[in-house]
């Protein structure tokens, strides 16, 4: 990028997009090469699709029939940042800001732990269970809401509390609640201090996806894992997992 104030010789391309194709289908081919340079070809794959789509703003299908319109400067700049931090294995659903849970696009940062699939299914199987009921439920360690906020969107009877440790965690949570147009109660609470002040009522569900990885086992995790998600939200001791 430019230093501030530095002006740009009109005609003459950006340093940064000099090694990204001009047209949508040579990028996607660009930034798929390059990304199975550190992952598997599969999944190289659904990352360039997911980045591409995202930083241009088009449908996968025009992507690929468009080899002749000229991508501007400016989008292929972001491209190419977006490239670099998935070369240095930055998750794709950091670099782009989202991830889908549950048919839900939910905002995510390195403050939240990223959905796994898992989560997902679990979370499925709860709306199946509580279908037609009126349950209070209580998420513990909330991180990006994505549990919470798909109960409260599937069980429109459903009274949702949320709880976390981490202030910066809620307001990524609240910002998805608000996004999805339901309404879930977040707190700031670390739920294993005795210091904590629990609501008297009961709950129906209590749900809760604790950090759940043996310290000791860090270096054995993927590097996309170990250098960008949330330490708190991954390792327990090992003394008291």
Known sequence: MDAPGETRPIGKPSTLVQHIPKTPRAILHEVRRSLESIYPRSEARAIAREVVEHT???????ILLDNSTEVPDAEREKLQAALSRLLAHEPVQYVVGATSFCDLSLHVTPAVLIPRPETELL?????????????RVADLGTGSGAIAITLAARLPYAQVEAFDISAEALAVAAENAARCGVRVDFSEMDILSPRSHWPKEAWHLIVSNPPYVPASREKELAPNVTR??????????????
């Open 228 to 241: 960008y998600e949330p330490r708190q939200a991954l390792y327990v001791p090992d003394s008291d997992p």
């Open 123 to 135: 979370t499925l199987a709860l709306c199946r269970l509580y279908q037609g009921r009126a349950p």
């Open 56 to 62: 241009l703003g088009r449908p996968f299908h025009r």
